[in-house]
């Protein structure tokens, strides 16, 4: 760790990225947690009534909860979805401080800025919605997800689920009470970040890990709506971005590095 932190072509490549993401993130959550501020939250009724359409009335929680709905299996892709902060820095990380720069590093880089700034930020305020978690705490009735939740709290007294405390502390945040804040269910970044790793993983021609972080992805979806974070149909925008964002910034990445096309 030493050789590779006092490495200064190491250093000079990665500390300016590491500086802009802290900065970028930085922002993206004042952006996020002041959403009701520039467009209140109006979209989780129609979010919620294109689900139980695109899913032939049947709400996806419902068809996964006999399969799931057991506390050592919500627990199992409860770690799964908060093991991605860690994925999201390992991958950072890992491209910020190569020693040589090459087309897949700028491509991911680009790819990655793309996708929050149109995903996390101008989508996210165009579509402001709180998510499956919130449906019934905001008001909106009858309450699709009363089912859900009121399970997540009977797992959470079983095994740690720790989904719960942190949509209570999000809750808290969004009344005034805790520094905890920043909800938006449209779309989903954990989907579409976790697709671009697995892109970025086939890309570098390790296909092992590609299909293993495709599986990854797959996970981190059915957690999504399991735990009540998101909407299914936050994930499907989320998976065009990360795809379409990857594809174009291919061209812009290969003319950044001056290679042919």
């Not at 950072?92 to 995903?119: H, M, N, P, Q």
């Not at 269910?185 to 579409?192: L, Q």
Request: glycine share 8%.
């Amino acid at each position: 760790i030493g050789a590779y932190l006092s490495n200064p072509v190491r250093l000079a490549h990665g500390l300016p990225m590491v500086f802009i993401m802290v900065m970028f993130m930085y922002v993206f959550v004042e952006l996020k947690a002041s959403i009701p501020i520039l467009n209140p939250y109006s979209w989780d009724q129609a979010l919620d009534h294109a689900d139980r359409v695109l899913h032939f009335g049947t709400y996806p929680w419902q068809w996964l909860q006999p399969i799931l709905g057991y506390a050592p299996i919500t627990f199992a892709i409860n770690v799964n979805y908060s093991i991605w902060f860690a994925v999201m820095w390992i991958v950072w990380v890992y491209f910020a401080f190569l020693e040589t720069d090459s087309i897949i590093r700028t491509r991911f880089f680009l790819t990655f800025f793309t996708a929050w700034i149109i995903g996390g930020g101008l989508m996210a305020i165009w579509f402001s919605s709180m998510g499956p978690c919130f449906y019934g705490r905001i008001g909106l009735a009858p309450d699709p997800y009363a089912g859900l939740m009121d399970y997540l709290r009977q797992a959470n007294a079983v095994m740690p689920i720790w989904a719960v405390a942190v949509q209570d502390l999000l809750w808290q945040g969004y009344n005034g009470d805790q520094l905890v804040e920043g909800i938006s269910a449209m779309p989903s970044m954990h989907i579409a970040t976790s697709i671009l790793f697995a892109l970025l993983a086939f890309a570098a021609g390790k296909r092992w890990l590609g299909i293993l972080l495709s599986v990854f992805s797959l996970v981190i979806f059915i957690g999504s709506i399991h735990l009540g974070w998101h909407y299914a149909v936050d994930a499907y925008p989320a998976v065009a971005l990360a795809v379409v964002s990857w594809m174009a910034m291919g061209r812009v990445s290969r003319w950044w590095e001056g290679v042919s096309m």
